[in-house]
Each structure stands twice: as C-alpha cells, then as structure tokens.
C-alpha cells in the first residue's frame, strides 16, 4: 500500500497542487494531511473526486494544526474523508501510523518512543524529518517556507510492503 503524507501547506494553492499531483502520479493508496490545512478551500482539492482525469482513489485522513481555526475545516474533511480532530491512530494495510500535528515536543517523543507505532507522522515544525528510532519511523515532510526555515516541504510517500520512503519536492 502507497501513503502519502503531507504536512503544513497552510493555503498554498501550489503545495497543495504539486501534493496532490505527487499523490496522484505515485498511485496513492491512502493520504494523510498532518494539519494546517488552514481553510476549507485548501482541503477540498485532496478529494480524489476533484483530481482531474487521474483515476485518484485514496481514503484521506487529516488531523487539527494549531492553524486550524476555520470552523468549517473539519466537515469539508469530512465530506469525502476523515477528520481526526487532534490524533489519529491508523492502521492501513497493517501498519500502524501515528498521526499528531507536533505541537508539544514531549508528545511526538512519546508516541515514537512507546514503540506502538511503526510510523510516527507529524508537521508543525516546517522541518523535514526522516529518521528511525529503534524500529519506529519518525516522519515530517515539512512545510511552507517560514523565516528560518526555508527549505521547500515535500510530499512524501510510504509503501508500507517494502518499508520505503520517498520525498517528493513540492517546490
């Protein structure tokens, strides 16, 4: 199975876009928003029914940012996927996934330390990670540029056979 994972976009017409793109070529099977989505507008084009003429069909899951503040966000999510509120706890294909926008440090640790969760996916921090921690894949795809943080986000793709990851640059 082909999740993708994304993070951050916060209204970026061209990140959400160049994601959605990225899910679409790689044949999603799943995706998850790890929150700041923002706006009801930037959730809509993750519905596989709006990817033009790409034979998108992936289930999508999405969980609160600490930019989420549109009231409607969460039924917008929910008219063609799933709004997790602030966690999700996944298990797609048989691999669990964490899913928790990385607004306490402590939290995050937790959840990948606990040894639960085969991956631990997160945003919040507009920093790319990708690191294994005794067995537990701790996963950020990034975000928008923010000063001090300009590397471009990505879209990332898990496939959950094989155990790969592979980054797809948004930029």
Same mark, same amino acid.
């Given at each position: 199975?082909?999740? *993708?994972?994304?993070?951050?976009?916060?209204?970026? +017409?061209?990140?959400? =876009?160049?994601?959605?793109?990225?899910?679409?070529?790689?044949?999603? /099977?799943?995706?998850?928003?790890?929150?700041?989505?923002? +706006?009801?507008?930037?959730?809509?084009?993750?519905?596989?029914?709006?990817?033009?003429?790409?034979?998108?069909?992936?289930?999508?899951?999405?969980?609160?940012?600490?930019?989420?503040?549109?009231?409607?966000?969460?039924?917008?999510?929910?008219?063609?996927?799933?709004?997790? %509120? =602030?966690?999700?706890?996944?298990?797609?294909?048989? #691999?669990?996934?964490? !899913?928790?926008?990385?607004?306490?440090?402590?939290?995050?640790?937790?959840?990948?330390?606990?040894?639960?969760?085969?991956?631990?996916?997160? *945003?919040?921090?507009?920093?790319?990670?990708?690191?294994?921690?005794?067995? #537990?894949?701790?996963?950020?795809?990034?975000?928008?540029?923010?000063?001090?943080?300009?590397?471009?986000?990505?879209? !990332?793709?898990?496939?959950?056979?094989?155990? /790969? !990851?592979?980054?797809?640059?948004? %930029?």
């Amino acid at each position: 199975m082909l999740v *993708g994972v994304v993070s951050d976009t916060h209204d970026n +017409a061209q990140y959400v =876009e160049a994601a959605v793109d990225a899910f679409a070529d790689a044949g999603a /099977d799943a995706v998850i928003h790890c929150g700041d989505i923002v +706006a009801p507008f930037s959730a809509s084009p993750f519905d596989p029914d709006a990817v033009d003429a790409s034979g998108a069909d992936w289930e999508f899951h999405a969980v609160r940012g600490n930019n989420d503040g549109e009231w409607a966000l969460a039924d917008a999510v929910d008219a063609f996927g799933t709004y997790h %509120g =602030e966690f999700a706890s996944l298990t797609l294909d048989g #691999t669990a996934f964490a !899913v928790y926008h990385g607004t306490s440090e402590p939290i995050v640790d937790a959840l990948v330390a606990s040894g639960s969760y085969d991956y631990v996916c997160r *945003g919040h921090t507009h920093e790319r990670v990708h690191e294994d921690r005794e067995g #537990t894949v701790h996963l950020n795809p990034g975000g928008v540029p923010i000063p001090g943080r300009e590397e471009e986000p990505a879209a !990332v793709i898990v496939d959950t056979e094989s155990g /790969d !990851v592979t980054v797809h640059d948004l %930029g």
